[in-house]
């Protein structure tokens, strides 16, 4: 799983540094990004994969690829265990920024594959989410974000500097990603929260859609890879919508575009 991670959003990412150039097309609503654009998305890239290494090679920064392009970070806080709990860290970069990283399903691991497949929307909770009427989640990664939201809080209140919030993750990781950069900008509304999730699937329904994009505006992001099918997933006739925010990745795989409104047409 990560390295099909740093394979599909890496290499292209890098590659495309190269070629991109800005342009905007005659369709205003899908805007290709530049290269500086995309670049922005490669240390999310590899925090987002080191997520899924054990917690006692994070706490040594010695998880591989993906420890070894981002500077250690301070103040490292881990929590999961790889099946029913997702694996996250909580760390401090040099410029103050707190990061958030949480981990996909673990393929390996029945308990994991079965947070994917426990699709029924519900409600979620006014103590999580305040003046939520109507919003509801996946009821599997509604579950998964219960059971890491006390130790994520308590390792973002650990971080000895109160910076910006940057939350990322890939593939229910990314789900995660959305569900909790939500509810951490409404515990800290003077900090800035921000999400930066890969192929993340659809998390719960158009109100819940209307929320994040009220909560965290234009600092939601998603990149998908135009080959991968988790993004589809549940489909919307379920009454899933992705909110807005996406990034699509080409089949040439060096073209990223931002794509206007949710579940924009143009990008397909
Ligand atoms: C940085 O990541 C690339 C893959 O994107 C990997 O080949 C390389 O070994 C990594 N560098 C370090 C120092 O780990
Ligand atoms: C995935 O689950 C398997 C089976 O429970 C476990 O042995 C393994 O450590 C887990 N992998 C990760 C990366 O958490």
């Not at 691991?109 to 006014?126: A, C, K, R, Y």
């Not at 599997?140 to 939350?167: E, P, W």
Request: aromatic share 8%; hydrophobic share 40%.
């Amino acid at each position: 799983m990560r390295s099909i991670l740093i394979c599909l959003l890496l290499n292209t990412a890098t590659q495309s540094i190269a070629t991109a150039r800005p342009t905007v097309r005659q369709d205003s609503s899908v805007t290709v990004l530049s290269a500086s654009q995309i670049s922005e998305w490669t240390i999310p890239a590899y925090l987002a994969s080191a997520a899924y290494c054990p917690g006692n090679t994070i706490q040594s920064w010695n998880c591989g690829p993906a420890c070894g392009n981002v500077s250690e970070p301070n103040g490292i806080v881990t929590g999961g265990d790889g099946d029913f709990v997702q694996r996250w860290f909580v760390a401090q970069t040099s410029d103050g920024t707190t990061v958030l990283s949480i981990s996909g399903t673990n393929t390996s691991s029945i308990e994991s594959i079965g947070i994917d497949i426990d699709f029924p929307l519900v409600e979620v909770d006014e103590t999580f989410f305040p003046d939520s009427t109507g919003v509801e989640l996946h009821q599997g990664f509604y579950g998964a974000f219960k059971r890491i939201q006390g130790g994520i809080l308590a390792g973002v209140v650990a971080q000895a500097r109160q910076g910006d919030i940057l939350v990322v993750g890939h593939s229910l990781g990314a789900a995660l990603t959305q569900i909790t950069a939500t509810y951490l900008q409404k515990q800290f509304p003077a900090r800035v929260v921000t999400a930066k999730s890969f192929a993340p699937p659809r998390s719960g329904n158009k109100a819940w859609a209307d929320y994040v994009d009220v909560t965290l505006g234009s600092n939601t992001g998603h990149m998908i890879n135009y080959a991968d099918d988790v993004p589809h997933l549940p489909p919307r006739p379920w009454h899933f919508q992705h909110a807005s925010g996406e990034i699509w990745i080409l089949k040439d795989g060096t073209t990223y575009e931002a794509c206007g409104g949710r579940e924009n047409p143009v990008s397909l």
